[in-house]
Structures are given as structure tokens and as C-alpha cells.
């Protein structure tokens, strides 16, 4: 019995311990317990070690929090951060904020500007020069590459174009990521791919996965053509955590909201996602993608890989 009781008490005291360490943190903001900002994975790792010290310094001047940065490795590691208070702030892809939004009570703030102007972006089907597909309706039963379950421009907005021009590809497939589908039609593993399609530069260049890998491939852009564009597609947000003390995320978004105003802030952000500003806004800004995702006859969980099962498991358990 005494060694039960003793086991009893040991948990306790861990219990305790931990409760206690929780505690200790100190306010949110200090060093102790900073602000957690994350990244979502775009582009390659070194891109990003490069600029988001830059980005985080700027903040903590300006702010006078102290500000913790973070590359997430997938877009749905976001959602758990959020709904787990592992994050307070993030830099999010569209469908992953819908998520977020609803299975962790995700604010969305600000919303990217491409070109300075643009607020949406489109999909685009890609394939190889020379596969014999020179229009979308030759993709019917041949292979066809997915981006990730997350991804707005590389799944919903294109199986939406598939299934509105009734091409059924023989087989579909997700590669993992914009660029690894990119490298699927290029090295010829699937017959077309989905990923993202920026506007085009001031100077009528090209702005799209395709560009991300020109340095691996220098002869991607003459490899890999267009075949259509998906409709436009509302950029991603910045969004808070349910819970942030509203002051303190009226702060730190006004700060990025700044330094994307500046020299130095428009080249990290066009650096890590292609961005030239940000501007205001709110979570209506995404109810058009909604409606999409409700004329495909799902809802929000079905876009993820196990449904409801695993977002009941693996986020709403963290949100309490």
C-alpha cells in the first residue's frame, strides 16, 4: 500500500512541477514566454534562416516584445500550433487558415499583397513539353499530381477545374509540396501537376513554382508549360491565435503591417513568399472559398487527410 501512495504522490509532485513551470514563464511577450511567430513552409529552409531574424528584430523594435520565430515543416503543423497556443501568430496558405479558423478559433489580420495590388492568385495546371498533352481535356486518363491536402491553388481550385471541365485523370496523386509537383512533371513521374500561379511581374515574367526551382533546373521554364489557370483565389492571411489579448495583436500586426511599408520589409517578405505588402483584413475575406469548397460537396475536415477523427484527436483535445 505504502508504495501506491508513494506513487500517488509522485505524480502529484510532477503534476505540480509542471503546473508550476507553466507559471514561471513570466507575461507573454518577455523573454521568458515570447511571441511565437511562425512560418509556413514555402520555400527552401536557407531562404528562410536568412530572413526571418531580420523580420523578428524589427518587430521586438518596434513592439517591445520579445518575438520567437519558427518554420513549421507542413502547413497543417500550423493549425496544431494555433490550436495548442504553440503559436501566436503565423503566416498562413488559405485553405490552411480555413482550417484554422474553424478547428482552432484562428483570427485572420492581414492579407498578402502581390504586385502591390493583387489580393488573389490562381492555380495552374502544369505539364511537360513534349508529353503529347496540349490542352486540359488530354489529361483525362492520364496521371495527375496534387500539391498537399492544404493547398487552395494546388487541390481544392484544381480538382474544382477538373471537375468543372469533366476531366477524370486515371490517376491522382498528392506529391508533397508546389515544388515537388513541379519536379514530378519535369522528370516525367506524373503526366500534369497543380500548383500556384502568381501575377505577373511588372516586366510580364512568370511568378511561379516553376521560378522556385530555376536554379536546380535552369531549363525548367522551357520543360514545363502552362496549360490553364484555375480562378482567382483569395491570397493567405497572418493570422492570431484564439485567445491573444486583442492589444497585443492589434501591436504586432500593426508592425508588420509597417515594416512590409518599408525597404528592408519589402525585400525579406518578397523574398520568404514572393509578398510586396500587406493590408487589412478580416475573416469574411475567405468566404468565397467556402462556398467552393461547399459546390465540391465537402466541408472544411474532408480537404484533410482522416477527417473529423483527426482534428477531433490531434487539435481539439489542445484547445481546451
Known amino acids: 500500500m505504502k508504495y501506491r501512495w508513494f506513487a500517488v504522490l509522485l ?5 505540480i512541477s ?4 507553466k507559471k514561471d514563464r513570466g507575461p507573454l511577450g518577455t523573454e521568458q514566454n515570447p511571441i511565437k511567430l511562425w512560418f509556413m513552409p514555402l520555400k527552401e529552409e536557407a531562404v528562410y534562416q536568412k530572413h526571418a531574424p ?11 516584445l520579445q518575438v520567437e520565430t519558427k518554420l513549421a515543416d507542413s502547413f497543417i503543423d500550423i493549425v496544431k500550433a494555433l490550436g495548442k497556443k504553440k503559436a501566436d501568430v503565423a503566416f498562413m496558405n488559405t485553405l490552411g487558415y480555413l482550417m484554422a479558423h474553424d478547428w482552432a478559433g484562428a483570427d485572420a489580420k492581414l492579407q498578402y499583397l502581390y504586385g502591390d495590388v493583387y489580393t488573389t492568385y490562381r492555380g495552374e495546371i502544369i505539364t511537360k513539353v513534349g508529353s503529347g498533352i496540349d490542352k486540359p481535356a488530354d489529361i483525362a486518363g492520364k496521371t495527375f499530381a496534387f500539391t498537399d491536402h492544404y493547398s487552395a491553388a494546388g487541390y481544392l481550385y484544381a480538382l474544382k477545374y ?28 506524373v503526366d500534369a501537376a497543380a500548383t500556384f500561379h502568381e501575377h505577373p511581374g511588372a516586366g ?6 516553376r ?19 484555375t480562378s482567382e483565389i483569395p491570397d493567405g492571411p497572418i493570422a492570431t491565435r484564439k485567445g491573444l489579448p486583442p492589444e497585443m495583436a492589434d501591436k504586432i500586426t500593426d508592425a508588420l503591417k509597417e ?10 517578405l518578397m523574398a520568404l513568399y514572393n509578398v510586396t505588402g500587406l493590408t ?8 468565397d472559398v467556402r462556398k467552393v469548397i461547399k459546390q465540391l460537396g465537402k466541408e472544411i475536415q474532408d480537404m484533410v487527410r482522416g477527417g473529423v477523427p483527426y482534428y477531433k484527436t490531434s487539435i481539439e483535445i489542445g484547445l481546451e
Open 18 to 21: 509542471v503546473g508550476a513551470c
Open 259 to 268: 515594416y512590409a511599408e518599408t525597404a528592408e520589409g519589402r525585400t525579406t
Open 211 to 229: 521560378i522556385e526551382l530555376a536554379k536546380k533546373y535552369p531549363d525548367v521554364l522551357s520543360v514545363v508549360k502552362i496549360l490553364a489557370l
Open 162 to 189: 477538373l471537375k468543372d471541365n469533366g476531366i477524370q485523370p486515371k490517376k491522382m496523386v498528392f506529391a508533397g509540396g508546389h515544388l515537388k509537383a513541379v519536379e514530378m512533371v519535369y522528370n516525367g513521374k
Open 204 to 209: 510580364g515574367e512568370a511568378r511561379d513554382a
Open 280 to 287: 487589412t483584413i478580416d475573416n469574411s475575406a475567405y468566404d
Open 11 to 15: 505524480t502529484l509532485t510532477v503534476i
Open 54 to 64: 531580420i523580420l523578428e528584430k524589427f518587430l521586438e523594435e518596434k513592439t517591445g
